[in-house]
Nanobody, 123 residues
Framework: QLRLAESGGGLVQAGDSLRLSCVAS????????MGWFRQTPEKAREFVAA????????YYADSVKGRFTISRINAKNTLYLDMNSLTPEDTAVYYC????????????????WGQGTQVTVSK
C-alpha cells in the first residue's frame, strides 16, 4: 500500500495559481491510478481530478475543467495538481489518493489517502 504525502498548499488570492505535489512511498506507484479529492467542513469529500496509470489519461470534475491540470512523473513517484484561476470556491483541504479500483469519481474506490494540504483562496 502506498504512503502519500502532499505539499504545496497555502493562502493565495483569487486569480492566482498554485501547484500541489504528492510524493508516494512504495514500489507500485507507476501501476496505480492516482487522483485528487477535496473537502470542506460543509461538504463531503469530492472528486477533483484523476490520472490513469499507464496512458496518463486525465479526468476532471466539471468545476475545475480548464483550470486545473493533473500530471504524474512515475520515475519520481510524484503526482501534481496545477491549479490556475483559483476562486474562493476552491478553498478546501486537498487530498492525494491512490486508487484500488477503476472508478475514479467515487472516494470509496480509493485505497490510500494522504494527510491533506490546505488551500485557501481569498477574494
Amino acid at each position: 500500500q502506498l504512503r502519500l504525502a502532499e505539499s504545496g498548499g497555502g493562502l493565495v488570492q483569487a486569480g492566482d495559481s498554485l501547484r500541489l505535489s504528492c510524493v508516494a512511498s512504495g514500489e507500485t506507484f507507476s501501476s496505480t491510478a492516482m487522483g485528487w479529492f477535496r473537502q470542506t467542513p460543509e461538504k463531503a469529500r469530492e472528486f477533483v481530478a484523476a490520472i490513469s496509470r499507464v496512458n496518463k489519461t486525465p479526468y476532471y470534475a466539471d468545476s475545475v475543467k480548464g483550470r486545473f491540470t493533473i500530471s504524474r512523473i512515475n520515475a519520481k513517484n510524484t503526482l501534481y495538481l496545477d491549479m490556475n484561476s483559483l476562486t474562493p470556491e476552491d478553498t478546501a483541504v486537498y487530498y492525494c489518493a491512490a486508487y484500488s479500483g477503476s472508478y475514479y469519481f467515487d472516494s470509496q474506490y480509493v485505497g490510500s489517502w494522504g494527510q491533506g494540504t490546505q488551500v485557501t483562496v481569498s477574494k
